[in-house]
C-alpha cells in the first residue's frame, strides 16, 4: 500500500460526552444490541396484564391484545375480538398501557416486553401479537429495543397501525391549547419516536407481520393512496404482508376505528395469519368473508360505546417526549484519514470517513482539524483542504451529539 492511501486509524483520548452539536444526530442502537432492564416495577406489569384462560393449557400460540390511544382494552376490544377469540377457542390475554396509551410510549413499550415474556413462559410457546392503531407499534418498540422478546413471538398483526406515524398538523388539531398527550407526539410523522422505532430494521427475521388497513381510513390521512400505504405498511428482514381490507372486500368502508374493532374483513385477514405459518395470505380468506360484515359474536347493530372520559392522570406536553439513552449507540464514534502521512508547507485534500462504532456512517459530525471545521456528509464522509505547517504530530478531533470524542492522529513529516 502506498503511503498516500495510507489510513490512519482512530485513537481515543479521554471519556467525556460533549454537549449536543448542531445538525449532528446520536446514532440508533445496533438491532442485536441487548435490551436494558425493566424501569417500571414487575408488580405493575403484572397487574397490567389479563389473562381470561389458564395459557399452561395452550395448544397454540396465544394472543395478546394491544390497544390504541386513549382506551383500555375492555372498551376497544371486548365486544368484538375477545368475543371471537374465545369462540374459535384461540386463548389470549390483554394489556393494559398506562393511561390507557396516553402516556409515553417508550413506557407503554415495556409493559409488552413483561407480557410478552410472561405470556410466552406460561403457555411454553410463542406468542402472536395483536395490536390496532398505536397498539401496532408498541409491541414493534418492545421488539426493537428488547432483541430476547424476538424468539417468544410469531405473529405481529396490525390492525390500521400507526407504523409512520399521522401527519402533524392533524395531532395538534386534535389536541387541547395546554398540550398534546405524549403518545400523540410521538405519533406524529416525523417525531423521533418514529425514526427511532424504524431506525435500522423495520422488521426482524423469523417473525411474520401482517399489517391490515384501509383506504378509508379518517385518521390516517393522506393526499394519496400510495403516501397512505406507506405509513401504515412495514418492510424489512421479517415475512411481511401489507394488505388493505378493500384488497379482499372492495365494499367493506370500514375506517381507522373500525379496521381495529368490528371489521369482518380485518378479522378474517388477522384469523389466517394467526392460523397459518408466515403472514397472512388472502388468498385463503374465505369468499363468504365479505357477507358478513362484523367480527364474529357483534350484534349487526352493535351499540356504540361512548367515548372513554379522559384520564385525569394522563399527562399533557407540549413537545415530544425525551428519547430513553438505550435507544442510541453512545459508543466512541470511528473515524479515519487519508492520505495518514502529510507533508509540511504542501496543501493536500483530507478524505476522511466516520461511522458509528458499529460501522454505520455518521452524518452531521464535527471534524476539526489544522484550524479548519466540516462535517460529514450523509454517507459519513467529508473532505477538507489543509496545509500543514509544522512536522510533528496533528490531530483530527471528531465529535457528534451525546457521543465522546474521537481523535485521529495524523504524522506530519
Do not use: K
Amino acid at each position: 500500500m502506498s503511503r498516500g492511501a495510507r489510513w490512519a486509524t482512530a485513537t481515543v483520548f479521554g471519556a467525556a460526552c460533549l454537549p449536543a452539536t448542531a445538525g449532528a444526530a446520536p446514532p440508533f442502537s445496533a438491532v442485536d444490541r441487548p435490551g436494558p432492564s425493566l424501569s417500571v416495577p414487575a408488580s405493575e406489569t403484572t397487574r397490567a396484564l389479563v389473562c381470561p384462560t389458564d395459557l399452561r393449557a395452550a395448544t397454540r400460540a396465544p394472543v395478546l391484545l394491544v390497544s390504541g390511544t386513549g382506551v383500555s382494552p375492555d372498551v376497544l376490544f371486548g365486544g368484538n375480538w375477545m368475543q371471537a377469540l374465545r369462540q374459535r377457542g384461540i386463548p389470549y390475554c390483554s394489556v393494559r398501557l398506562p393511561h390507557d396509551g396516553l402516556g409515553d410510549i417508550q413506557v407503554a413499550g415495556q409493559y409488552v416486553v413483561a407480557a410478552i415474556r410472561a405470556m410466552s413462559a406460561a403457555a411454553h410457546r410463542r406468542v402472536s401479537v395483536v395490536g390496532a392503531s398505536q397498539g401496532g407499534i408498541v409491541p414493534r418498540w418492545a421488539l426493537r429495543f428488547w432483541p430476547d422478546t424476538r424468539r417468544l413471538v410469531d405473529d405481529v398483526v396490525g390492525l390500521a397501525p400507526t407504523n409512520h406515524g399521522v401527519p402533524a398538523g392533524d395531532i395538534v388539531a386534535r389536541c387541547a391549547p395546554q398540550g398534546c398527550p405524549p403518545a400523540s407526539m410521538q405519533q406524529a410523522a416525523g417525531s423521533r419516536f418514529l425514526q427511532a422505532l424504524n431506525s435500522r430494521a423495520e422488521t426482524v427475521p423469523g417473525i411474520s407481520y401482517t399489517q391490515i388497513r384501509s383506504r378509508d381510513g379518517e385518521l390516517i390521512l393522506s393526499r394519496s393512496a400510495a403516501a397512505s400505504r406507506a405509513r401504515e405498511s412495514l418492510s424489512g428482514r421479517g415475512r411481511v404482508t401489507n394488505v388493505a381490507i378493500q384488497d379482499v372486500c372492495p365494499n367493506d368502508h370500514s375506517g381507522h376505528a373500525e379496521t381495529g374493532t368490528l371489521s369482518n374483513t380485518a378479522w378474517a385477514i388477522a384469523l389466517d395469519a394467526l392460523d397459518h405459518d408466515g403472514p397472512a395470505d388472502i388468498g385463503r380468506v374465505p369468499a363468504a368473508t365479505c357477507a358478513t360484515p362484523l367480527v364474529p359474536g357483534v350484534a349487526l347493530a352493535p351499540p356504540q360505546p361512548a367515548p372513554p372520559a379522559p384520564d385525569p392522570g394522563a399527562p399533557s406536553v407540549l413537545r415530544e417526549p425525551r428519547i430513553a439513552s438505550y435507544v442510541f449507540d453512545r459508543r466512541r464514534p470511528h473515524a479515519s484519514v487519508a492520505p495518514g502521512r502529510l507533508t509540511a508547507g504542501r496543501r493536500v485534500r483530507l478524505r476522511i470517513r466516520v461511522t458509528t462504532a458499529g460501522g454505520d456512517p455518521l452524518p452531521g459530525a464535527r471534524i476539526a482539524v489544522l484550524g479548519r471545521v466540516v462535517r460529514s456528509r450523509g454517507d459519513g464522509r467529508a473532505t477538507v483542504r489543509v496545509r500543514p505547517v509544522r512536522r510533528g504530530r496533528q490531530r483530527l478531533r471528531i465529535t457528534a451529539d451525546g457521543l465522546p470524542a474521537a481523535t485521529v492522529v495524523v504524522a506530519v513529516g
